[in-house]
C-alpha cells in the first residue's frame, strides 16, 4: 500500500511517497520558489528515492507545472505515482473552519468549501487548494483526502474557543479559536500513550510542537481541551519570525503612531517579529551561537521565549488538574535540549523533573527524559505529520 502525502505552501510543495503501515517512504522532495523568477541553473526541485536525489532546476511557473516535474521525477526514479496503483492522496489543509473536524474525501464542493475557507486563511488555504486541484487532474483515478490541521481541535470546549469579544460580530465573521498544528499535537499524543504503555483515554497530556512555528495544546482523555493558537497560527507562544500573544491594543496604537496599514501590521506580527524581531535570527542554533558571544539582544529574546513557555505550562496544570505527561516536539522541541530543561527547571513540587542525561542524549526515538519514577512523564516524541496525514487518507478510503 503507498500513499502520496502532499503539503503545498504558498511557494512551496513537500511530498512523500510512503507506506501507511510499516511508515517506510519510498520518496520524498521539496519544490521551492514557485512563481518567483530565478536564475536557469537554481535548483527548484530535490527528489530523494533509493538513496539518491534528483533535481530539476531553473524557473516553476505554478503549483500545477511543479507537481509535473515532481512526477516526471518520479517516473525516472522507477516510482511512478500514475502507475503505482496508490491508495490515496493525503493532502494537508491549514484552515478546516467549522465545516471540517475530521479527514475528508475530496470532490468538487470539498474543493468549494476549502477555498471559501480562505478568509481565515490567506496564506496557507489558496495553496492547498492549487496542490489539490493539481494532484487530481494528475491522478483522476486515485482517491484524494484532505487532512486538517484545525481538526483536532474542533470540540475544544466553549470557554476555551471563545473570544471576549462582541459576540454578534464574532459569530458573523467566523472569530473563534480554531488551533494549529493539530495533526502534529493528535500524533505525538498517541505515541506517547503508547510509549507509556496506556490507554489515551486514562491520561492527561500538555503537548509542546516548537518548530519555526510553535504551539502548545492540553489534552484530557484523547481529546484537546486547550490550545495556543487561536483564529490563527499568530497566537500563543513566542515563535520564530512570529509574535505570539501581544496586547491586541498594539494594533491600532502603531496605526495610529507608526502609520502602518494592515499589511504593514501583518507582515510586522508574522514575519518580522518573535525570536527574529527581538534577535535578528529566527533559527535557534543561530540564536545559541550569539547568545554563546554574550549577545544581550538574543538573550532576552530566549528568555521572552520561555517565560511563555512556562506561562502556558502553569496554566495547562491548572486547567487539567493532573498531568500525567509532558511531550516536546518539532525542530526545537526534538532538538534542543537546553529549551527542554529551561521549561521546566525548577518545578519538582508539582511532580516534574528532568534526568539531565536522558535530555542531553542524541537518540532519535521516542524516549523518557524524566528520571525513573517521576510523577509526570517527560518525554520527546518526534513528531511525522506525513505519516499521520498517509495513515488518515488509508484509514478513510478503506
Ligand atoms: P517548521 O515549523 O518550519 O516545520 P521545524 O520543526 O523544522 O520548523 O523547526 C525549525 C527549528 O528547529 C529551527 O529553529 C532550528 O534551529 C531548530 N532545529 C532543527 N534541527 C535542529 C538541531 N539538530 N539542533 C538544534 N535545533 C534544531
Redesign the pocket.
Known amino acids: 500500500m503507498q500513499v502520496l502525502v502532499i503539503n503545498s505552501g504558498s511557494s512551496s510543495i513537500k511530498y512523500q511517497l510512503l507506506d501507511p503501515d510499516s511508515g517506510e517512504m519510498a520518496a520524498s522532495g521539496l519544490v521551492s520558489r514557485i512563481g518567483e523568477s530565478v536564475a536557469e541553473d537554481a535548483t527548484t526541485v530535490e527528489h530523494r528515492s533509493d538513496g539518491r536525489t534528483l533535481e530539476h532546476q531553473g524557473a516553476i511557473a505554478d503549483h500545477a507545472a511543479g507537481l509535473r516535474i515532481v512526477f516526471d521525477l518520479f517516473a525516472r526514479s522507477g516510482h511512478d505515482p500514475r502507475t503505482a496503483g496508490l491508495t490515496a492522496v493525503g493532502h494537508r489543509v491549514v484552515h478546516g473552519g467549522e465545516v471540517f473536524y475530521r479527514p475528508t474525501l475530496i470532490d468538487d464542493s470539498v474543493v468549494e468549501s476549502i477555498s471559501e475557507l480562505s478568509s481565515l486563511a490567506p496564506l496557507h488555504n489558496p495553496a492547498n487548494v492549487t496542490g489539490i486541484e493539481s494532484a487530481r487532474t494528475l491522478l483522476p483515478e486515485v482517491p484524494q483526502v484532505a487532512v486538517f490541521d484545525t481538526a483536532f481541535f474542533h470540540g475544544l470546549p466553549e470557554a476555551a474557543k471563545t473570544y471576549a469579544i462582541d459576540a454578534k460580530v464574532a459569530a458573523a465573521h467566523g472569530i473563534r479559536r480554531y488551533g494549529f498544528h493539530g495533526t502534529s499535537h493528535e500524533y505525538v499524543s498517541g505515541r506517547a500513550a503508547e510509549l507509556l504503555g496506556r490507554d489515551p483515554a486514562e491520561l492527561n497530556q500538555i503537548v509542546f510542537h516548537?518548530?519555526?512555528?510553535a504551539s502548545a495544546s492540553a489534552i484530557r482523555g484523547g481529546r484537546a481541551v486547550d490550545t495556543t493558537m487561536g483564529l490563527t497560527p499568530l497566537e500563543g507562544l513566542v515563535m520564530?519570525t512570529r509574535s505570539g500573544d501581544i496586547d491586541p491594543g498594539i494594533v491600532p496604537h502603531l496605526v495610529r503612531t507608526a502609520g502602518l496599514d494592515i499589511d504593514g501590521i501583518d507582515n510586522l506580527l508574522n514575519r518580522d517579529s518573535g525570536i527574529k524581531g527581538l534577535s535578528g535570527v529566527?533559527?535557534?542554533?543561530?540564536l545559541f551561537r550569539l547568545i554563546d558571544t554574550g549577545d544581550e539582544a538574543a538573550r532576552l529574546a530566549y528568555d521572552v521565549y520561555v517565560h511563555r513557555l512556562r506561562r502556558y505550562l502553569g496554566a495547562y496544570l491548572v486547567e487539567l488538574g493532573r498531568v500525567d505527561a509532558i511531550i516536546f516536539t518539532?525542530?526545537?522541541g526534538?532538538?534542543?535540549a537546553r529549551v527542554r530543561a529551561d521549561a521546566l527547571a525548577g518545578l519538582e513540587r508539582f511532580g516534574i523533573a528532568v534526568d539531565p542525561d536522558r535530555n542531553e542524549s542524541k537518540d532519535r526515538a521516542a524516549r523518557y527524559i524524566s528520571p525513573d519514577g517521576s510523577e509526570v512523564a517527560v518525554l520527546v516524541v518526534p513528531t511525522d505529520e506525513e505519516l499521520a496525514i498517509a495513515r488518515a487518507a488509508a484509514r478513510l478510503v478503506a
Open positions: 516548537l518548530g519555526n512555528g520564530g529566527n533559527d535557534f542554533r543561530e518539532a525542530g526545537v526534538e532538538n534542543n
